[in-house]
């Protein structure tokens, strides 16, 4: 559980350094960037301890897609409350395809 824990509070990070700049398009991109590499680095902090703790329980491939679907959840509720865009039928179509994703990597 921690390993997830680290991939969501990590993705979470890394969500605003790519995207919560969006919001302030008056900012010059030199110091959005700026603030975006320091934001990431505080995502790199959890997410290769992460990968770390998990690798063992997990293989690679099982932490690559757990991250992948921990970042489509963490935008969607990023997109929705925080740049208020709507989560549209055709992203959940989308979603539902990486949680076959999941299951099939999952099977043994």
Sequence with gaps: MKTIGLLVLSNVFMTFAWYGHLKFKSVPLWQAILVSWLIAFVEYCLQVPANRMGHGTYSAAQLKIMQEVI????????SMLYLKEPLR?????????MVLAVFFIFKK
Excluded at 71 to 78: I, Q, S
Excluded at 89 to 97: A, D, E, Q
Aim: hydrophobic residues 65%; aromatic residues 36%.
């Design 71 to 78: 970042t489509l959840v963490v935008f969607c509720v990023f």
């Design 89 to 97: 039928w055709n992203y959940l179509i989308g979603f539902g395809f």
